[in-house]
């Protein structure tokens, strides 16, 4: 069982509703993680918490916005998306501020198709 | 400036044969910590090896090694007798903690293992 679960696995969304994702993790890990994959492209890295803190926010469209209310979860709220969007969305966490290099848990994704 | 780089994208096997899978990184650190992680098509992404930048020595597990070679600056990841479990994508990445303490991904391979 991973550390990192996300929900949900699948979700299927017209382009004018509102859903939201959720990451949870409990290895007392203090930094999380928002990636996009689509189908033949590398990881992209959407956004990054550390100690609930966004720290990085790399282009990002507005219509993904990220919530960490606490350490051990963090969500990503999705509103007019388009199909472009439609992709395997994983979560990650790690510990962070700390050289060590332990690397990241990832969650299995939520894969989301925009119709 | 990429840090890590897969340069095969996909690769096809038959079954028993072996799959090298190469990775080369770029770092000024004189510590990092490099990694495999694999994705299997259920999404999540697995951690399979960490190295420090001051080891060197090679490793095996089971079916699986890897060859660390510091003047080369890569490190490559070798599948024996290949089953089609081992099917799925392989990311290589690079962590730097004394930099921003994030993971570089490559773009990944795309192993698939003929029956």
């Known amino acids: 069982e991973t550390g990192v679960t996300q929900t949900p696995r699948h979700l299927v969304m017209g382009m004018t509703n509102k859903k939201s994702l959720k990451c949870e993790q409990h290895l007392g890990h203090n930094a999380m993680y928002w990636y996009k994959q689509s189908a033949k492209k590398p990881l992209e890295l959407m956004f990054v918490y550390s100690l609930e803190e966004r720290v990085e926010n790399n282009s990002v469209p507005s219509r993904f916005s990220p919530e960490c209310p606490n350490s051990s979860h963090l969500f990503l709220h999705l509103h007019t998306l388009q199909p472009e969007d439609s992709a395997l969305y994983l979560c990650?966490?790690?510990?962070?501020?700390?050289?060590?290099?332990?690397?990241?848990?990832f969650g299995s994704g939520t894969r989301l198709t925009v119709v | 400036a990429q840090k890590v780089t897969q340069a095969q994208t996909e690769i096809s096997v038959v079954e028993k044969e072996d799959v090298t899978l190469d990775c080369v990184y770029e770092?000024?650190?004189?510590?990092?910590?490099l990694f495999w992680y694999k994705q299997p098509p259920s999404g999540e992404l697995v951690f399979l090896i960490r190295r420090n930048s001051f080891d060197e020595q090679n490793e095996i597990s089971g079916r699986y090694s890897w060859n660390f070679q510091k003047s080369t600056s890569s490190f490559n990841f070798t599948i024996t007798a290949s089953q089609v479990v081992d099917s799925a994508v392989y990311f290589c990445?690079?962590?730097?903690?004394?930099?921003?303490?994030?993971?570089?991904f490559g773009k990944g391979n795309q192993v698939v293992v003929i029956p």
């Open positions: 990445a690079l962590s730097e903690p004394y930099g921003n303490n994030r993971l570089a």
């Open positions: 990650a966490s790690s510990q962070d501020r700390q050289p060590g290099g332990y690397g990241y848990t």
């Open positions: 770092t000024r650190d004189t510590t990092y910590y």
